[in-house]
């Protein structure tokens, strides 16, 4: 039992951001906010943003400075820097490297900690310092930060981040340890640097499900994640990644991938028609994954399930919040 995490941690939270003037005052109170047995090391790593965002991250600086903060933990450190950079992975990767605390985690400038989420997982290390990843569930919301569904998290399983993404990243700590024995934030993903990071450490170390909700997962239309013009892209990256992670490329992610394809190269009248759309993804899905997988692939059979194919007549943004109706 290491006895670094028996006293009260240090928790250092990485923000990377760019242009987030519109949210990004809301996810810094958000983490200066927290109350509990544990320290905060702070680290905002702009990539020369040219809205307000940095005369933002100054006021909480000499708000901190001249004691017109109440901080409710036993500290908090506030560091941040202004440059530009490589994307978000670059940004992790700075941000990480001058981290100081034993647990490590980001929150994206758009998103939002839920009152007491550090002072749970600071509770959950502390009773468990042999698990080196703690994750939690999360509500998406809004720009206007209103509650518009529910990421769907549970018990974890390492062969079940091959086809569903369980892990929801701005609720979820790590221990540094198992991040530097990992290898750390991959610079050259754009996307899926949070999968291919859980799935590494994952490998190697205990990872639990904690049953908490201690996140707001912003959507809105800059969001990388439901933004039409990445999502092909965005989908590619994790299928490419869990193909070499796990060698299998499940229909679900390929179908996925194919669905993004068809949309943004079929003609306007048959990407808007539901009918014709489904038919060629689903023939895109079909030849696709009998070319990733050499053939059939059995583990593909446990996927084609009612669940999956209720999927079929769901918007991403439905599929992705739980709503209309069960996902």
């Not at 810094?28 to 940095?54: C, H, K, M, P, R």
């Not at 993004?260 to 993804?281: E, V």
Request: aromatic share 10%; net charge neutral; proline share 3%.
């Amino acid at each position: 039992m290491s006895e670094s995490l028996l006293a009260p941690v240090t928790i250092s939270i990485v923000t990377p951001s760019y242009n987030q003037g519109e949210f990004i005052a809301q996810t810094i109170e958000s983490v200066l906010s927290q109350a509990g047995e544990f320290s905060i090391d702070y680290l905002i790593v702009d990539g020369g943003s040219t809205d307000a965002s940095l005369e933002i991250i100054k006021h909480y600086e000499r708000l901190l400075l001249d004691g017109g903060w109440r901080i409710q933990c036993r500290g908090i450190t506030y560091r941040w820097l202004s440059e530009r950079d490589q994307g978000q992975s670059d940004a992790l990767a700075k941000g990480f490297r001058l981290a100081r605390g034993e647990i490590l985690s980001w929150l994206n400038s758009d998103d939002l900690y839920l009152p007491q989420a550090l002072s749970r997982v600071a509770g959950a290390f502390r009773d468990a310092p042999e698990t080196a990843l703690w994750y939690g569930a999360a509500h998406y919301c809004d720009s206007a930060g209103k509650v518009i569904g529910r990421y769907r998290t549970e018990a974890f399983a390492l062969d079940k981040l091959a086809y569903a993404n369980i892990i929801c990243q701005p609720s979820t700590f790590f221990r540094r340890d198992a991040f530097e024995a990992a290898g750390g934030v991959n610079r050259s993903l754009h996307y899926a640097m949070d999968y291919d990071l859980w799935i590494r450490i994952a490998s190697r170390f205990d990872c639990r499900h904690l049953p908490e909700t201690l996140s707001l997962y912003r959507l809105h239309e800059a969001s990388k994640t439901v933004r039409p013009e990445t999502l092909y892209e965005n989908s590619e990256e994790a299928l490419r990644l869990t193909l070499d992670h796990f060698g299998w490329a499940p229909l679900t992610r390929v179908y996925n991938s194919c669905n993004f394809f068809c949309r943004s190269r079929l003609p306007g009248p048959l990407a808007r028609n539901n009918f014709a759309l489904l038919a060629a993804t689903l023939v895109c899905s079909v030849l696709r994954s009998l070319w990733l997988n050499r053939g059939l692939c059995r583990k593909d059979l446990a996927l084609l399930n009612r669940e999956n194919f209720r999927k079929l007549r769901k918007s991403r943004l439905d599929i992705m919040t739980g709503s209309g109706g069960s996902a």
